[in-house]
């Protein structure tokens, strides 16, 4: 079952903010999570309270969201791409996409490369900035596609809709202590701290 947005918890991070050193630097992580994320969730329930929309689940709210002003839709894309996105790192020591889900990766792009380019592609020539997607399409196609600011694929107004699978945080919060304006180092090291079989898990559960 969904949650409603007034139920919804900022919840832990899950691991410490050590934990992906050295790819994701642990100033960065204790920023991001405890200050960004942070404030992104006081505002959704700020803002959700005042639009009257906190009965409804994010999801729900995704789908009506041009409907809505800015500030709710920032936050509450905010509070929604940083839980998915803590959710799936791990420091994964190099390894690659697993079962259902690597099988579908190579299905779709060829080969764990070819994913890696494109999706990295994506993040890199995002403008400004957003997140890279991977999403599930409603026929059961995976696409690569990003998003600008807290934007995400669920939200009525994105043209390539779709679940997403896996996201990556581009805003220059995310890497700049440790990689300045390097964002594709960023990219690459992202590679070495994905939760792949968190990652699987939430392709099957979307299938
Ligand atoms: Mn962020």
Request: charge should be negative.
């Amino acid at each position: 079952m969904k949650k409603k947005i007034k139920e919804l918890e900022f919840g832990s991070l899950g691991y410490d903010y050590n934990s992906l050193e050295p790819y994701f630097d642990a100033q960065t992580m204790e920023l991001h999570y405890s200050k960004h994320h942070q404030t992104y969730f006081n505002n959704l329930q700020k803002s959700a309270s005042e639009h009257n929309v906190g009965d409804l689940t994010l999801e729900e709210l995704f789908a009506q969201m041009d409907e809505h002003p800015a500030f709710l839709r920032n936050n509450a894309g905010g509070h929604y791409n940083h839980r998915l996105f803590w959710d799936l790192l791990k420091l994964n020591g190099g390894t690659e996409p697993i079962g259902n889900f690597g099988e579908a990766i190579r299905n779709e792009f060829g080969s764990y490369q070819a994913f890696r380019e494109q999706f990295a592609a994506a993040a890199a020539g995002r403008f400004g900035s957003g997140w890279a997607w991977l999403s599930l399409d409603d026929t059961g196609k995976l696409f690569i596609s990003s998003t600008p600011n807290q934007d995400n694929p669920l939200m009525n107004h994105i043209a390539q809709k779709g679940s997403p699978v896996l996201g990556l945080d581009v805003w220059e919060h995310a890497y700049y202590l440790k990689y300045q304006n390097r964002r594709p180092e960023y990219i690459d090291a992202f590679w070495h701290v994905v939760n792949w079989s968190a990652v699987e898990k939430r392709y099957n559960s979307l299938r």
